[in-house]
């Protein structure tokens, strides 16, 4: 034994349990903070990085705050002291928490993967591999975009309908599809009240899609016929997609939803079914962006709404059934890689906010019919998720956030709103007639353009840090979600920028920017790296020379026609109009200076942060001829 050594039985026992408190409390030498006090420390951070204004008056966390496009003030700290609404339990009314009371833990999550492909056979083959590899569940487009109608058994080959059930996208089709999907029961004598899946009718989406109304009495005709028969099978989808898919806000998609499920409901109960029969037959189908934490709010939200309108109908309380999909109109042609990571943290937040189905698009959707691996690493996504991080292992794991309940509440009342409005115009579809709901969503969508434009909502790999050497990816096909004629419009966030990088690319020769360095390294190497990434996002090569004595030489040299100062604010007093000027002598067609706007002679632009970046970049093709 060394020196100073003791033996666990040299300390008397008595006087170890004399200093083992009753109960452990870490926090006991701390104070308690006040909100105060955090406020304070949120100022002095403020005042060292120049954001406090002197004459500020206010609470300083108001400065990092963020607005939806809902008009919802997101704060950066929430407290007990936040007031929300009560949200139940889990399998209870008003449903927040989840519509079922063991939440996902039982089984999770249904892995729902999307099928278009109008081969019969690559469909089969690639829907074998995904129920083989974990998929629970099949999203089928059949008719126009998908497989033949005429062909959905033999897309069907070899699959168990009744254990992985189908849903159709047939479009206005719905009837002849749902019958080639009954023959499929039919033909292994699968009994009447096993028939599950959805037949996938939508002739409010259908109108919301092309611009012509649609016979929603014909489509609950149709479904009552169905409901006598084959209990199980569900018959409406309420898709909030067109609506996400116009560039529409949270709520907006929401409130159309809701009002397309009561739609339903009233077409539903005046075929002849019952209330709750009727809400049955409905399923939601709603997008999950990378923005997880709205994405977890509003469908938490949704069930809460639809408990509402079921309460108001005279329903046994029951919850919504939500499919997710993540959203097409986050994805990108550029840089498609990054979807991968757009939609982990879409089905993220449509897991945790408790959808029962989830469908997480390829990463490659937006490039065509996707491949092997592109499918498996959709599936994998929601895999990994399900199996590994055992993320269904807790019944509602945001519960009790007072972020996610104030969101939360605040989202469904920002909902609730819109859908009182479409009802008031006389129902979703007489506002989509009208045109009143299109251009609210052409607002927002103005306004997330702005956003985009500013970079305010960046996109990485298409308006921040795109990669010009990137080969682009080649698909069979056609895009699933392309532009289309009639009907709300469909857009993609990255539209403005990929429109700039096609021009740019078409053009033949890489339009180049010379980018005239000031001073040393230090002095310019932010400002041309800001710059730099501005610039390809338009397709346009910075080409940075470095510390130089001669930049007129080194700008010939270039070959490019259009110039851009980078150095600091000094060197912009200092230099600037003295460089604009020789530059221009030399042939520039414009000189353009990194950072904010100020009195510079011969500068024709500025680029700085919030500025709008596409403006700068079809100014900048347009200077160098690029049609």
Known sequence: MTKGAQTESSVPAESVAGLEPDELDLAADFGTPAHADWQELVAGVLRKSGALPEDFEGDPASLLGTRTYDGIDVRPLYTAEDSAPEIGFPGRPPFVRGSDPEGG????????????????????????????????SLWLRAGDGGVPVDRIADALAGVYPELAPVVLDAGEGYEAATAALLEVFAERDIGDAFVVGNAGADPIGQHARTGRARDVAAAAGFAARLAGKHPALHTFVADGLPYHGAGGSDAQELGAAIATGVAYLRALTDAGLDVDTAAARIEFRLAATADQFLTLAKFRAARRLWARVAEVAGARPHGMRQHAVTSPAMLTVRDPWVNMLRCTLACFGAATGGANAI????????AGLPDDFSRRIARNTSSILLEETKLAGVIDPAGGSWYVENLTDELARAAWREFTELEREGGIEAALESGSFAGRLAETWAARSRNLATRADPLTGVSEFPNLEEKPLTRRGTPSESEGEGGLPRVHYAQAYERLRDRAEAHGQRPRVFLATLGPVAAHTATAMFAANLFAAGGIEAVNPGATDDLVAAFTDSGASVACLCGNDSAYAEQAAEVAKALTGAGAKAVLLAGKPGEHPGVAGYLHTGCDAVAVLESTLETLGVQ
């Open 105 to 136: 833990v039982a089984a999770g999550w249904q892995l729902r993967q999307f099928h278009a492909d109008p081969d019969p056979a690559v469909t089969n083959k690639a829907v074998l591999a995904d129920l083989e590899c974990g998929a629970g």
């Open 359 to 366: 469908t997480v698009l390829p990463f490659d959707h937006r």
